[in-house]
Structure formats: structure tokens, C-alpha cells
């Protein structure tokens, strides 16, 4: 480990204050390695096992909704969809999309009936860098939108740069950048911080602001937390109570108030709280996953996704909020098509040691 540390500083010209320099950060790296430090992940997914997984955020939909799927090809992966929904969610009623996935490239394109694109183009520069782009292009003026992710991820730590409809065509540089790193300091706690810089228009002034987060991982449980700029806090905690069953809490608060203009504070002003709690759980069965959720504001939730047929998939939404007297229910069916052929090369896949596509 220490030959090739020192092949990678073997530009650096022989001097006493550079020789200092690399026995420094060749003594500094040694030390980090022995710690054995795992990777923390990214800041955007500081929250992943209660944000992602368990709660009903990324699951939840109302009204019909059928999905067909036909798969071409695993290694590369090529597949096509066409997704039909009847609900008043603003879910379009037909789209169209294509994905591709090889070791270095993930290309994802989807068309709906509104001729609203949207495309993913992701590339692996190797095992340790991957940069993101997301497009959206709507009829329509000022309907465009373009999200350009840089990741590198190192044996400790994840550094990551991402860029929101950045421009230089109005005379200087506009867009939202955000910044991020997250780095292990012990086996189980990493801290991290991100920063964000945003300019809408060349006249007008930019704004910052600085968040911090820090993660612990126990052997059974994760806790994270937020804090945010203007004020805002953001709690979570994961626990596998069983093999099959876990559960997490997530809790967001905001001081409005106590960010800069805000008139509260220490100079006085009052500071309003808000904030919801939200608490979920999900089982895994053999061929079904069920998740449930209630939250402060008075919504309970659920979701079920039942495999019937090796190609048949179930999944039943329904959610009641009970302040508002309101009530949502959906139901959806997936088929997916896919030959003998397929299914050998997926268990070859399964098996070989390639990695997956930079999704």
C-alpha cells in the first residue's frame, strides 16, 4: 500500500519541504488505513434506511395504474416499459421508457403522452468516480431542467458535487450548486456538512448556506441528523427488530424565524415551530412486502406488494387523513416479460463478480 502511495507522489521533484510533505500525508494515509474505516455513503442518503425504505414516500400513488415490461437483454441490461394510469396525481396516462446499463454506462429515456421527456445518462470513470446527469424537457417555455451529479467515493469518505441548471450565457454564472462531503471518523460515526451556492439571475445577489449532518450505525440500528440552514432539523432513527421486519421514525422541524431577515432570534422576534413526525414499519415475506405509516399530521398509510406469478406483481396503496377527511386508494399491476434465455443470464449475473450499472 505504501509502494503505491508513493508511485502516485512520484512527480513531486526531490526537495526537503516536499520530501516533508510526503512523508506527512504517506504517515497521515497509514494511519487511516489501519483504522479499517468503512464508507459512510453519500449526504443525500444520510437518511436511506427510514427516508427510502421504510416510509411510504417514494411508494405511495392513488388511482389505477399498469406497468408492462419487457426485457431484451441482462448483460448489458436493455429493457423497454409502458406504464397506463388513470389518478388525479398529475401522473401522466401513458409513458414510454427505455433503459441501458453495462458496467460503465446507465442511459434511461422516458416519453409520455404530454411529449414531456425526461432522460438519465450516467458514466463509471472507474470504480471510484461517477458522474449523473438528469434532463427533463417540457412543452412549453421555461420547462427545461438539468442536474449534473459528480460522486467519488473513497475507502472512507464521499465527496460529491452536483449542479442545477448552471449557465453563463446571461454574462455570469447562475444555477443552484451544492457541495457535500461525508467522511467515517470512528467504525461506526461520520460527520459531514454541505454547502449550497444559488444565483437565479446575473442582477441579482447569491445566496449561500452550510447544513451539517452526522450518522452512527450500531450493530441493529442507524441514526442520523440534520442541521440545516434556516433553522431546519431533521431526526432519524432505523432499527431491525427481526429478520424480516424493521421499523424507523423520521422527525422534521423548522424554526422560521431564525435565518438571516428573519426578524427572530437573539435580537428578538418571535421564532413559529413547525414540524412532523412520521412513523413506519415494513415486513418482508417471501414473495410479498408490506409497509405502514402514520404520521403527526393525522395520515395513516399502507402499501402492499404481492408477487402472485413469477411475471405478476401486485401492489395495493391506501392512505386516510384524518383532519382532512380525506381518503386514497391505488391499485396497480406489473407484468414483466422475460424469456429462459434472460433468466440463465441473470443467474449468471447474479453469480460473477462485474459490477452493476451506475444507476
Known sequence: MTDEKESALGFLPEN???????????????RRDSLGLPNPGTV???????????????????????????????TPLFQVSHSFSMSAGGIPPYAFAVLYGS??????????NDLSLSARANYRWNS?????????????????MIQIDNDYTGKDFTA????????????GLTGIFVASYLQA???????????????TAVDTGPETAV???????????????????????NTSYWRRLTEKVDAGVDLNLQFIGMGRG?????????VRREGTTALGARYNFTTSTFRAQMDSSGKLGCLLEKRVAPPVTLTFAGEIDHFKQESKIGLAVSLESAGEELLEQQEKAGSSNALPPPF
Open 44 to 74: 443525500d442518503n444520510i437518511a436511506r434506511e427510514v427516508q427510502k425504505e421504510v416510509l411510504l414516500n417514494n411508494y405511495a400513488f392513488s388511482g389505477l395504474r399498469a406497468d408492462l415490461t419487457k426485457a431484451f437483454s441482462v
Open 211 to 233: 447544513s451539517y449532518c452526522a450518522k452512527y450505525k450500531g450493530s441493529d440500528w442507524t441514526a442520523s441528523a440534520q442541521l440545516q440552514a434556516q433553522g431546519a432539523v
Open 160 to 171: 460529491s458535487l452536483k449542479s442545477m441548471n448552471p449557465s453563463i450565457l446571461e454574462g
Open 103 to 112: 458496467p460503465k454506462v446507465f442511459l434511461q429515456g422516458n416519453l409520455d
Open 16 to 30: 526537503a519541504v516536499l520530501s516533508l510533505l510526503r512523508d506527512t500525508y504517506l504517515a497521515f494515509s497509514d
Open 185 to 199: 471518523v470512528t467504525p461506526k460515526l461520520a460527520l459531514g456538512l454541505e454547502a449550497v451556492w444559488q444565483r
Open 128 to 144: 471510484s468516480f461517477v458522474t449523473k446527469t438528469n434532463t427533463s424537457i417540457a412543452p412549453g417555455s421555461g420547462q427545461a
Open 262 to 270: 428573519g426578524g427572530g432570534g437573539l435580537m428578538g422576534g418571535s
